[in-house]
């Protein structure tokens, strides 16, 4: 069976010198396998297994089932760190592909059993690779949707026992030409909070509503006082999105109830303006509350922090891209998102710079987080002559 294809174009010449058919049986064996968040036993022990043959030291369980892979070359001093995610989603997968999902309700619906396949071919390429010389790091993390496992692999000494002087991520995107590489300097992915906003009244009769304080008006009116930040209180050259993703009261028309709970996203591309939005929504369901009678009470969570490009990192991110595949296949400075990405974390550790990797376009071309999705197998090429360039150029002797 031929497993591989190749995306048109002769830049993969080099790419196509190597095997990656090991790697997409890889892809495929850990997309058969899901696993949720900080429950990546097997996976990790894949990963790991895998390093250790190929010479690497091995750090199993950080933060949780985190794996990191360090390899020593001549004597060069600098320290390149490389990143994958290895988890997958809580939904049932509809791809119909053959190596679909075994475990009922466990997805990778986001690829990242292709960035693990990607960064492990460019494991197994760098081992035997004599043009670089310094400390590779290889960082295998768990839990990135939603459960921080970054944070959680650096409060673990990640970085303490495995310092880097640059730090790089790679995630696919679908709507993007396949193996199309994009880049950005700057805030490119946005920080994501939380508030759930608890208003109380007072119970009461709905036909004698002046014997209660009704926190569904309050509510209704607090909703609509919240598309005030973006619109006014917000620069409006800059990003923010406050989305009231919930709201919940009441049973019965004759009843007025004693309390309403809103559940609000909250994502911006500043440290500023995150701040401002939170100070704002606090302002307003308290007041907003106030002034109908009511009290609000509210939770705040904070989630990921902004993810911000350093720009040396990310020039060298772009020349790589620019090397490999050349400028038609290159877009130098692509639009933020409103998305989040727990990459930040290092980000705001250590400098450096994550890219996205076309999944391909058109109408076969599924969203991630969707229940048809698949990570196209013929970026493991793509990622791996990515990486193993990358490392080439930063370390030198
Ligand atoms: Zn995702
Ligand atoms: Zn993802």
Redesign the pocket.
């Known amino acids: 069976m031929q497993l591989s294809t190749e995306p048109e174009g002769a830049y993969l010449a080099t790419a196509r010198q190597h095997a990656v058919d090991e790697f997409i049986r890889i892809r495929r064996e850990i997309h058969a396998e899901p696993e949720l968040g900080f429950e990546e036993h097997r996976t990790a022990a894949l990963v790991a297994g895998k390093l250790e043959d190929w010479g690497y030291a091995v750090e199993r369980g950080v933060g949780g089932t985190g794996v990191v892979g360090r390899l020593v070359r001549g004597d060069g001093t600098r320290r390149l760190g490389l990143r994958a995610d290895m988890d997958a989603?809580p939904m049932a997968e509809r791809s119909g592909r053959p190596w679909a999902s075994r475990r009922p309700g466990v997805m990778h619906?986001?690829g990242h059993d292709g960035h693990t396949a990607m960064l492990l071919a460019a494991a197994r390429r760098l081992a035997d690779d004599t043009r670089w010389s310094g400390t590779l790091v290889l960082v295998f993390q768990p839990a990135?949707?939603g459960g921080g496992g970054a944070l959680r692999m650096m409060e673990d000494g990640l970085f303490d026992r495995h310092p880097c002087d640059a730090i790089f991520a790679m995630h696919n995107m679908p709507g993007l030409p396949l193996g199309h590489l994009q880049f950005r300097e700057g805030p490119a992915m946005a920080s994501s909070d939380y508030a759930t906003i608890t208003l109380e009244g007072v119970g009461g009769h709905g036909a004698m509503p002046h014997r209660a304080s009704d926190p569904i008006v309050a509510a209704a009116s607090l909703v609509m006082a919240l598309q005030t930040i973006v619109s006014r209180n917000v620069d409006p050259q800059q990003t923010a999105v406050v989305t009231v993703g919930a709201l919940q009261s009441g049973q019965a028309n004759n009843v007025i109830p004693a309390s309403a709970r809103l559940e609000i996203s909250v994502r911006a591309l500043d440290a500023g303006v995150r701040a401002l939005l939170e100070q704002r929504i606090r302002a307003l369901a308290t007041t907003q509350a106030e002034g109908l009678g009511c009290t609000a009470r509210v939770d705040w969570r904070r989630g990921y922090t902004v993810l911000v490009n350093t720009p040396a990192e990310t020039a060298l991110a772009r020349a790589v891209g620019l090397e490999l595949v050349g400028a038609e296949r290159v877009t130098l400075q692509g639009p933020a998102l409103t998305g989040s990405e727990d990459f930040a974390f290092m980000l705001e550790r250590v400098p450096g710079s994550y890219l996205l990797v076309g999944n391909g376009e058109g109408e076969d071309s599924c969203m991630?987080?969707n229940p048809g999705y698949d990570f196209d197998d013929r970026n493991i090429a793509v990622g791996a002559a990515y990486w193993t360039l990358l490392a080439q150029r930063f370390l030198t002797a």
Do not use: G, Q, R
């Open positions: 989603l619906a986001c990135e949707e991630v987080h």
